[in-house]
């Protein structure tokens, strides 16, 4: 008889904490915020420590072998054209579809979204051809230190990897939905599901498949991953088909946002593939070295980045849609103080930073100052790999953070105060 009382007395303990806590964070838009940054947060903990879990695996399996140099390099090109292409259509699309959902209401805002994923996978397949046609060509630049052997698996590996372009094209598009929904946590927690089933499959198979275990696994979890977003996007009533719904206004301006946005995520995007091909010059293991290095600092980064930059992009978008630039620099302020109060590094602030920038629309602004970080990682790279070796590449990036975080923000303020002075002249 006294469990049963125990039992129900937790029960409506974490009932009215759960009602606290939402009641709390529905407060301001603030609070919303961190109330999201922290459900994002938690749940890419475990989606980190899950990955730790695959990297300690893989790192035990593998070390810094042939096969290990071999798979990232193949994997540097797919997860390149994701970052820029996939990304560059989410960040392009989401302030104007939450603009379009705000002011026409869901039905303009699920013709624009068929619309974009008609054009996003279009242009996926295509950049997957053009790969598939190149790749020899491309796979040598990247790799010209591997020998012969070394280099087949490379392209082995590469056309494995290569449809998770598609894939990951429609998993992220209708992830980003979900976040404009304010519908985090399950978007947060489903990119466990990669590293789960590739510890699976390299428990299960790795003695025999070797790192093509990896690879089968990556491409297994992206397939699944896709599949759960698609059935909850679903649920929320949206269509997951691309279709061609006609040209109108709103399209327009995703797709004028879009062409900046995936020149500055190319440009930056690139610098992992500068860092990695600059380290297969170091000789073997290099690479390996250089990806075991970053993991820790990434780890930490990706947390703040993720629970930040997930959060803050729809409200910013949304503040943005009704002219709030008050509120948009009380949100800034806020976020940035906190910042600097736990000593986050600048690469978060940075992340802080671009998701205003792409909520104001200031797509070519990004571009501009992608360039300029690609050209200091380049040449700082060259300089300090000469006296340092890895450690050189590893230094040189922390470097372009550290550029890109103060460009970043001198921009904002600049086009704040400009949108602000506008909009009282116009009261």
Known sequence: MIEPDIQSSRNSIWLRLSEGWSRWTAATVNRSIFGAAMTIGAFTVVVKLVSVAKELVVAKT???SDALDAFLIAFLLPLFAINVVAGSFNAALIPTFIKVREKEGTEAAQRLLS???FWSVGLLVIVTLLFALSANAVLRLMSSSFNAE?????RKLFFILLPTLVICG???TWSAVL??????ALAALTPALTPIITLGLIFGFGPTWGIHAVAV?????FVL?????GWSLRRQGFSLLPKWRGKDAALIEVIRQFAPMMAGAFLMSSSLVIDQSMASMLGPGSVAALNYGSKVVALILGIGSMALGTAVLPYFSRMVARNEWAGVRHTLRTYLRLCFALQIPFYVAGILGVRLLNALGKGRSIMLI???NMLVNVFGNLILMRWMGVAGIALSTSLVYLLSCVLVFYVILTELKQRQGTAIRHE
């Not at 070394?150 to 490379?154: E, M, P, R």
């Not at 991953?225 to 977003?229: K, M």
């Open 62 to 64: 593998f070390g810094t």
């Open 115 to 117: 619309n974009m994923l």
């Open 150 to 154: 070394k280099f087949a698996l490379t």
């Open 170 to 172: 429609l998993s992220t």
């Open 179 to 184: 976040n404009a929904g304010q519908k985090f």
């Open 217 to 221: 696994g990556t491409i297994a979890g």
């Open 225 to 229: 991953e896709a599949g759960v977003l």
């Open 370 to 372: 992608c360039a300029a």
